[in-house]
């Protein structure tokens, strides 16, 4: 059997957080009544002009540094022309042969392999508006509130080798999306938007094969599993002898299935062709400058600095800078109980837990950093047990109480009494002298069982280092 390779590329679209539009003054607000926020520019009436908005180009430069790539001297706007009820104008404005960065990239990291992909580019442009279907009669309403809100699309190098690779690839580029402050990267409101080119070719082969492109992928899952699907689909398809088709797909995530939506005959030509009414557009190289010094600490370089500087392992540093929230979180625990991994731990455990349980962002959590390092420090002195700890954070998500004063109104704090200790283990011993007899024979892992009996004895107060400690001396001196 041929073993195939898959070839992934993908093109994502990312809106930009400005609060008016690429080429008016229009609000660019979510969730505004349809068709408020137009104005004769986005709706292309006759005789109106683009005015290009200075933030959107300083946010792509942002981003275009945050990838490594190069910003040329010179790019211009193009027109790139197709009909279709929710493009008033005929055309979209967007960026052909001269975008405003290329050549860049961003490092993965998946089942612990470091991966570097490529970009191809990234370009500014204009989205489109947005096409309402009546379910219950033929025919479709236009909103147009979203024509002209800002676009980059980033369109990546054919690297990728698998869905586990785009699904990381894609977190990669919304937190640094997120990370730099230019986008929030919603892909269910549709501002991070992703369409999949997959292609197979033999193991070992360097030319590429017949490529796919599958859209409606709106979520990091549905992006997965389309990829997967796609590669199975394919992989059955020249396994029988027959011959990939290159069209367009649409992902149906109710039925895990993805649908042919046109052929290659049927694609559209664009006829591109320079926007006359905008003139080419040349970025100082003192602008670049400027915007490289304002970016903050990005998502790779704080992922090494938390590997080498708090020596967490790599997994670890990833999870914790998956946000820049999360990570400036962590490093505000780290102020106040300096023990990195204990904190990431409990971080990357409990804490996360808890907000996926309640579907909150970090932002959003019950304990603040300061709140957790303060349960830390009771845990980390002994006044309370791991046990116990795990249950004071419960108590401080629900009731927003701290560590110190849920402690001291439930009476948990542990017991480190040795002669109190030593009263119950003889206790749980006297109860079991089958059980011991079995330990003092040979079996080593009862051990276990009566660390917890006495455990359960002093109500989880008791302290399990102390405990080990009494019952090594009763049962082994």
């Known amino acids: ?34 068709n408020t926020h137009t104005c004769p520019v986005c709706l292309g009436m006759p005789g109106s002009l683009p005015v290009l908005n200075k933030k959107v180009v300083e946010y792509s430069l942002r981003m275009a540094l945050a990838t490594h790539c190069t910003v040329p001297g010179q ?22 042969e001269l975008p405003i960065a290329v050549k860049g990239y961003v490092d993965i990291l998946v089942n612990g392999q470091a991966r570097r992909i490529g970009l191809t580019r990234i370009h500014m442009e ?22 002209g809100v800002p676009l980059i699309e980033i369109v990546s190098e054919p690297d990728m080798r698998s869905a586990e690779e785009a699904g990381a690839y894609l977190r990669i580029l ?3 999306i997120r990370w730099i402050d230019i986008g929030d990267g919603n892909m269910e409101e549709g501002s991070f938007r992703c369409d999949a080119n997959v292609s197979l070719r033999p193991k070992g082969s360097s030319a590429f094969g017949t490529r796919t492109e599958t859209k409606n992928l709106n979520s990091f899952k549905h992006v997965e599993k389309a990829i997967q699907y796609e590669i199975a689909r ?26 042919s939506m046109r052929s290659k005959e ?17 970025i100082d190289p003192a602008w670049i400058e400027a915007v490289r010094q304002s970016l903050p600490e990005l998502p790779d370089q704080r992922r090494a600095r938390f590997v080498t500087d708090y020596q967490l392992p790599e997994y670890d540093a990833g999870v914790l800078t998956s946000s820049r929230e999360l990570a400036d979180y962590f490093e505000t625990c780290l102020r106040s109980f300096n023990q990195p991994k204990v904190a990431s731990n409990w971080v990357m455990g409990p804490l996360l837990g808890l907000l996926n349980a309640q579907d909150r962002a970090i932002e959003q959590s019950p304990v603040s950093a300061d709140g957790l390092a303060a349960l830390l420090k009771l845990l980390d002195q002994g006044t309370i047990s791991g046990k116990i700890a795990k249950t004071v954070f419960d108590e401080m998500a629900a009731t927003g109480k701290t560590a110190e004063a849920i402690v001291k109104e439930k009476g948990l ?34 051990m276990g069982f009566f660390v917890g009996q006495v ?9 399990p280092k102390m405990v080990n400690e009494i019952l090594e001396k009763k049962l082994k001196g």
């Open 234 to 259: 394919q992989t059955e398809i020249l396994l029988d002898g027959g011959t990939v088709v290159q069209e367009t797909r649409l992902w149906d995530a109710d039925k895990g299935q993805s649908f």
């Open 266 to 282: 049927e694609a559209h030509d664009y006829r591109y062709f320079p926007d006359p009414d905008l003139v080419p557009l040349v």
């Open 174 to 176: 919304r937190a640094i």
């Open 75 to 96: 790019n211009r706007f193009a027109r790139k022309n197709y009909f279709y009820p929710d493009l008033p104008k005929g055309y979209q404005i967007s960026q052909f």
């Open 413 to 446: 704090v542990q017991v480190s009494d040795s002669s109190a200790l030593e009263a119950a283990v003889d206790q749980v011993l006297a109860k079991l002298p089958g059980e011991v007899s079995r330990f003092k024979a040979g079996e080593a892992k009862l």
């Open 455 to 463: 455990m359960k004895a002093t109500k989880g107060k008791g302290n």
């Open 1 to 34: 059997m041929t073993a195939f390779e898959p070839v992934i590329g993908l093109e994502v679209h990312a809106q930009l957080k400005t609060q008016t539009k690429i080429f008016c003054g229009c609000s660019t607000q979510f969730g505004a009544p349809p």
């Open 126 to 147: 204009e989205d489109a508006g947005k096409l309402i279907h009546d379910p219950k009669r033929p025919i479709s309403l236009v909103d147009l509130n979203r024509t």
